[in-house]
C-alpha cells in the first residue's frame, strides 16, 4: 500500500492564480480531511468528507473547495490564491469517521505571492 | 468551540535531561486525545488516551489523561537529539457525525548534545 500520497509536493504560485491540490489513499478509508499548518499554529481543518459524494467545511474552508467522488481521491482547490494561504498542506484518511487515527500525507508546500 | 492549549510553546534541553510537555483542553463531548510528533515532515502517531490515570508508556516516552482536570502531560526521559521536534496534542469529540480532532499549536522541542 502506497498509504496517502499527496502531489505535488511544492508549489509557487501568484496572486489570483487557481489550482488543486490532489490527496488519495489506497487504504479504503472512509473519512478524509485537509489541514493547513502555519508556524505556531499547529494544525487546522479545512474540509473533510465522511464518504464519498459528501463533504463538510472545518475551521479554515474559506477560499478552498473540495469534492469527493471517489472513496480514493479527495482534492483540494484553491479557487484564487492569496498570499495568506501561503501554507503547509496535509491530507490526512481515516478509516471511519469514529476512528482517533489520521494517517496524513507527506504534505504540500505552497507559496503564494 | 474546542479548543486545545500547549505550553511550553518552545523547549530547548541538552541531551539526558527529561521533558515534561503539557496540553490542556476544553471539548464539548470528548472521546479521546491524542499525541503526535512532527520532524520536518508529516505527524506521526504517539499516544491515545481515553481514561483517566492509565499511563500510556512507549520506550522513553510517556503520557497520561486526566479528565476532571482536562489536562494531559507527555514526558520524555533521557532526552536524545533524535526527540528534536514538534510535539502536538489534539482532542476528539464525539458530538454529531463528525469526530473531528482540534490540534493544539504544539511545543517545539529542541535537544542540544
Known amino acids: 500500500n502506497a498509504g496517502v500520497t499527496q502531489t505535488p509536493k511544492f508549489q509557487v504560485l501568484k496572486t489570483g492564480q487557481s489550482m488543486t491540490l490532489q490527496c488519495a489513499q489506497d487504504?479504503?478509508?472512509?473519512?478524509m480531511s485537509w489541514y493547513r499548518q502555519d508556524p505556531g499554529m499547529g494544525l487546522r481543518l479545512i474540509h473533510y468528507?465522511?464518504?464519498?459524494?459528501?463533504?463538510d467545511q472545518g475551521e479554515v474552508p474559506n477560499g478552498y473547495n473540495v469534492s469527493r467522488s471517489t472513496t480514493e481521491d479527495f482534492p483540494l482547490r484553491l479557487l484564487s490564491a492569496a498570499p495568506s494561504q501561503t501554507s503547509v498542506y496535509f491530507c490526512?484518511?481515516?478509516?471511519?469517521?469514529?476512528?482517533?487515527?489520521?494517517?496524513f500525507g507527506p504534505g504540500t508546500r505552497l507559496t503564494v505571492t | 468551540e474546542d479548543k486545545v492549549v500547549q505550553s511550553p510553546l518552545s523547549l530547548v534541553v541538552h541531551e539526558g535531561d527529561t521533558v515534561t510537555l503539557n496540553c490542556s483542553y476544553e471539548?464539548?463531548?470528548?472521546?479521546?486525545l491524542l499525541w503526535y510528533k512532527q520532524e520536518k515532515k508529516a505527524p506521526t502517531f504517539l499516544f491515545m488516551l481515553t481514561s483517566s490515570g492509565i499511563e500510556k508508556k512507549s520506550g522513553r516516552l510517556s503520557s497520561i489523561l486526566d479528565k476532571k482536570e482536562l489536562f494531559s502531560i507527555l514526558n520524555i526521559t533521557a532526552t536524545q537529539t533524535g526527540d528534536s521536534a514538534i510535539y502536538l496534542c489534539?482532542?476528539?469529540?464525539?458530538?454529531?457525525?463528525?469526530?473531528?480532532?482540534?490540534f493544539g499549536k504544539g511545543t517545539l522541542l529542541t535537544v542540544n548534545p
Open positions: 468528507s465522511v464518504g464519498a459524494g459528501i463533504t
Open positions: 489534539a482532542v476528539q469529540n464525539s458530538g454529531g457525525s463528525n469526530y473531528k480532532l482540534t
Open positions: 487504504m479504503n478509508h472512509e473519512y
Open positions: 471539548v464539548t463531548n470528548f472521546r479521546s
Open positions: 490526512a484518511s481515516t478509516p471511519d469517521r469514529s476512528s482517533y487515527r489520521r494517517y
